[in-house]
């Protein structure tokens, strides 16, 4: 069931939550809202670059915004509101120490492109594990239509196992920290990206990244994801 929020422009019904790292920094936000046409902040299109075929291979993380899953979306448990969860964020990231990165770099994975940190500190990875396991008690089971979505034939048996017991394969050990730029491309598209986004994001990836805050995310009835809230890390 989806939840009614009031917000600046009125009434936005909510029916999946997830927990992203979204920067704060001003500039590594625009520029990744800007890449993908999308700012999940303001709730609104942005002038992406005009660069050819960028709207269609930006279009699947475009409905997302500009984000690091933490927690993958999914749908409120039975009794659940977003007053708990608005808690259990504030709670979290009450605990939870910051992380610093010295820098991103645009990254392949598999067939999409992503800013990614080289190495993924041990630190991140107990901190994305410490966000799936709190908010565990808050998502709804998953549905057969939202398993199969996953396509679990094509999952490793741990990566199976990891989806049944918690929504999502890429948890725990399996868990990559990546800022989404494209969808699935052919290795020719691919390849023509890469460069681009590179030369896009390069006032940006020398520069140290902090994970230094806990968004809460929500997805509109349309599909579009909205940042609703953020809570700085301070354990």
């Given at each position: 069931?989806?939840?009614?929020?009031?917000?600046?422009?009125?009434?936005?019904?909510?029916?999946?939550?997830?927990?992203?790292?979204?920067?704060?920094?001003?500039?590594?936000?625009?520029?990744?809202?800007?890449?993908?046409?999308?700012?999940?902040?303001?709730?609104?299109?942005?002038?992406?670059?005009?660069?050819?075929?960028?709207?269609?291979?930006?279009?699947?993380?475009?409905?997302?915004?500009f984000h690091a899953t933490l927690k993958a979306p999914f749908r409120l448990a039975e009794g659940v509101t977003p007053r708990d969860l608005h808690t259990a964020l504030a709670a979290l990231a009450g605990q939870l120490a910051p992380v610093p990165l010295p820098g991103l770099a645009?990254?392949?994975?598999?067939?999409?492109?992503?800013?990614?940190?080289?190495?993924?500190?041990?630190?991140?990875?107990?901190?994305?594990?410490?966000?799936?396991?709190?908010?565990?008690?808050?998502?709804?089971?998953?549905?057969?239509?939202?398993?199969?979505?996953?396509?679990?034939?094509?999952?490793?048996?741990?990566?199976?196992?990891?989806?049944?017991?918690?929504?999502?394969?890429?948890?725990?050990?399996?868990?990559?920290?990546?800022?989404?730029?494209?969808?699935?491309?052919?290795?020719?598209?691919?390849?023509?990206?890469?460069?681009?986004?590179?030369?896009?994001?390069?006032?940006?990836?020398?520069?140290?990244?902090?994970?230094?805050?806990?968004?809460?995310?929500?997805?509109?009835?349309?599909?579009?994801?909205?940042?609703?809230?953020?809570?700085?890390?301070?354990?």
């Amino acid at each position: 069931m989806a939840v009614t929020l009031w917000c600046e422009g009125g009434a936005m019904m909510i029916k999946r939550y997830a927990l992203y790292f979204a920067p704060a920094e001003a500039g590594l936000w625009q520029a990744g809202s800007d890449w993908l046409g999308w700012d999940a902040a303001t709730g609104r299109p942005t002038g992406q670059p005009a660069i050819a075929g960028l709207a269609a291979a930006t279009a699947a993380p475009r409905k997302y915004g500009f984000h690091a899953t933490l927690k993958a979306p999914f749908r409120l448990a039975e009794g659940v509101t977003p007053r708990d969860l608005h808690t259990a964020l504030a709670a979290l990231a009450g605990q939870l120490a910051p992380v610093p990165l010295p820098g991103l770099a645009v990254t392949r994975l598999g067939r999409f492109l992503a800013l990614c940190p080289q190495p993924q500190p041990a630190a991140l990875t107990r901190l994305a594990a410490e966000v799936v396991t709190a908010f565990e008690p808050f998502r709804a089971p998953l549905s057969a239509a939202e398993i199969a979505r996953r396509q679990p034939d094509r999952l490793s048996p741990r990566q199976a196992e990891l989806l049944h017991a918690f929504g999502y394969p890429y948890v725990f050990e399996e868990f990559r920290f990546h800022l989404s730029l494209t969808g699935d491309l052919a290795p020719e598209a691919l390849a023509g990206f890469e460069p681009l986004a590179q030369a896009f994001f390069a006032p940006h990836l020398a520069r140290p990244v902090q994970i230094d805050r806990l968004c809460l995310f929500g997805e509109d009835e349309g599909g579009r994801f909205h940042l609703l809230a953020a809570q700085a890390l301070s354990g």
